[in-house]
């Protein structure tokens, strides 16, 4: 005996994905950090300049985000036109050391 519902043989409504925020698909980040990005206020590339990878990331721990080092990675890359695996290796030991400090 078939215990499906009617409807069953109908296809399956595909659920919606959660859409990125601007500003997450314009720094190429997933929907999660891009949804981070956007609950704290931070909507424009101009925001990510005025405030910082450094502060963005402060910021986010605060408001209990678990913010990578990574994800500075990828804001610093976007301020300055880079991926984030292209950065130099001095400015990813400045931030490496400017997230260490706010940990503190």
């Not at 949804?35 to 963005?56: K, N, Q």
């Amino acid at each position: 005996m078939d215990r499906r519902p009617p409807e069953s043989h109908l296809p399956r409504r595909r659920r919606p994905h959660r859409e990125v925020a601007p500003l997450g698909r314009e720094l190429n980040l997933g929907p999660v950090s891009g949804g981070w990005l956007a609950e704290i206020g931070v909507r424009t590339l101009a925001d990510v300049e005025r405030l910082g990878s450094v502060e963005i990331c402060r910021i986010l721990r605060h408001h209990g985000y678990p913010a990578s080092l990574n994800l500075a990675y990828a804001l610093e890359g976007a301020v300055l036109g880079l991926h984030w695996t292209k950065l130099p290796p001095a400015i990813k030991a400045e931030l490496r050391r400017a997230l260490k400090a706010v940990r503190r």
